[in-house]
């Protein structure tokens, strides 16, 4: 099995949806359907063009880029061997990040001394190195990648095409309507006249995917009318397994607002750019994106404080400069 190739296929995971309940048993990075096991995932995004932010200010872009990612954790499905392989190559690549800062700070140190050495650029070119090799040769193509997270939806790129096909029509296996194979069942091999489960006087109308128990509509569970139903047994499950993500104090609209609250405090020059970048970027993603009317306010609340604070500075900066 090639581990290494670098096609990417794109998989959308519908939110809540990235537990064993709702995703089909095949590895994400082989497509293999035997010895999947579910194995813990986290991810987490912001948007690339946070990195721009480098350019013009490191704190301004470390403070943006922390007050809008977004993680997510869940379940994917893997076989060992695979996991194993993408778990090597996380590791790896996160002892190759710490050294390649190591490595930086290093040829810095050489190159800005009162006497330049030639060393320094050794090092720094190691420092770039190490990293983009360590990726090529134990990262890539060896596991999923995000490429998004939003309210909606997850976005990944895993390896393998049928993963990839099986994974996607599966979420929209709902939709598909019975068809029957004339024999005595139906296409997914349910017995025209099984019985629910359930409801032993009901005609089954479909298997659960997850346990293979008849049921009848009135036992159907979705999380989505697109997704495939679940027997009320893995429902139940399903409720009592998947954690639902805690709601965190430390969102974009609430960091804004106390920046803001901060950038009232005369001479903030570093917090006050700091609020006014980060509360213009709330205030555009909320109305572009729908977001709640509550959002929207912190995020005017917010500009306004600093505009307040910036004015209050500059009047003391120039009461203070007078003679």
């Known amino acids: 099995m090639d581990y290494k190739s670098p096609a990417m296929h794109q ?36 948007p690339r063009w946070i990195g721009f932010l480098f350019l013009l200010n490191v704190l301004i872009a470390i403070i943006v880029a922390s007050a809008m990612t977004k993680r997510v954790k869940g379940t994917l499905p893997f076989t060992e061997e695979a996991w194993s392989r993408w778990r090597r190559g996380q590791i790896l690549t996160s002892i190759s990040a710490v050294t390649a800062l190591a490595l930086l700070v290093t040829a810095i140190a050489l190159l800005v001394a009162e006497e330049p050495q030639p060393l320094g650029l050794v090092v720094l070119a190691l420092g770039v190195a190490v990293p983009l090799l360590t990726w090529i040769f134990f990262a890539r193509g060896r596991g999923p990648q995000v490429l998004r997270i939003d309210k909606d939806a997850i976005a990944l790129a895993i390896p393998n095409a049928d993963a990839a096909r099986a994974i996607m029509d599966y979420f929209v296996a709902g939709l598909r309507p019975a068809a029957w194979a004339g024999d005595g069942q139906d296409a997914e091999g349910t017995p025209v006249r099984a019985i629910c489960a359930r409801h032993d006087d009901i005609v089954a109308s479909g298997v659960c995917p997850r346990c293979g128990a008849f049921m009848c509509p009135r036992c159907e569970n979705r999380t989505r009318e697109q997704a495939s139903p679940l027997c009320p047994g893995c429902w139940e499950l399903r409720a009592r397994s998947v954690e639902k993500p805690p709601e965190s104090f430390f969102t974009a609209p609430n960091v804004g607002l106390q920046l803001g609250l901060v950038s009232l405090i005369p001479f903030c020059f570093i917090v006050q750019p700091v609020s006014l970048v980060l509360n213009i970027v709330n205030l555009v993603k909320a109305r572009r994106e729908g977001g709640s009317q509550r959002d929207q306010r912190k ?25």
Do not use: H, M
């Open 299 to 323: 995020a005017i609340a917010s500009l306004i404080l600093t505009g307040l604070g910036t004015v209050l500075t500059v009047a003391l900066y120039i009461l203070g400069s007078q003679p």
């Open 11 to 46: 998989i959308d995971i519908p939110s809540g949806e990235l537990n064993e309940f709702d995703l089909p048993p095949v590895c994400v990075v082989t497509g293999e359907r035997q010895g999947v096991v579910f194995k813990p995932v986290k991810f987490s995004w912001y």
